[in-house]
């Protein structure tokens, strides 16, 4: 068959064609890869996760500073670094109280260093003082990460542990 007995309308249309399927089958694949790389991505946020400990009063060189500062631990296990991005304190009455903290305080416990963003590896331990000096004896904290779940939140009442404690003691009796 000679090349110049084929119609050159067919020879369009069948190139047409090709070139349709060709883009179908490209569409298909930039879905396949968008839906797989939305699966891997899902996956990697699966364990996004951050533990918070106990807060308590650091032990500070200067005892009257202490009752000001609470110190908080946070464990990451993700397997991905995760940034804290801020912090939020509320008083019983739920009014903001303004706060700085850092991963690293002073002899007074005051906060030094970096206040915006502090990334977890495994774990840190947060400092926060109220700009005021005032002692911290209830807070409600949110802590905002970078994992995109809301904030974590965790409420400090000593007072609240020792009543707990003696209730459970006297139901025991």
């Not at 650091?58 to 670094?81: C, G």
């Amino acid at each position: 068959m000679c090349i110049d007995s084929i119609d050159p309308k067919w020879l369009q249309a069948v190139a047409t064609s090709l070139s349709a399927i060709a883009a179908i089958c490209a569409a298909a694949a930039a879905v396949f890869n968008f839906r797989l790389a939305k699966s891997i991505q899902n996956d990697a946020k699966a364990d996004e996760l951050l533990v918070l400990g106990e807060i308590s009063h650091p032990e500070l060189k200067t005892r009257q500073h202490t009752l000001s500062v609470v110190q908080i631990s946070i464990f990451n296990k993700s397997k991905r670094k995760a940034y804290i991005s801020g912090i939020t304190f509320s008083g019983q009455d739920g009014k903001p109280i303004e706060v700085k903290w850092s991963d690293e305080i002073d002899d007074c416990g005051n906060p030094v260093g970096r206040s915006n963003r502090i990334g977890i590896v495994d774990t840190v331990t947060i400092y926060a003082r109220p700009i005021d000096g005032r002692d911290v004896d209830y807070a409600r904290i949110e802590i905002s990460h970078s994992f995109p779940k809301s904030p974590e939140v965790i409420v400090f009442d000593p007072y609240a542990e020792f009543v707990d404690a003696f209730v459970s003691d006297r139901s025991k009796s």
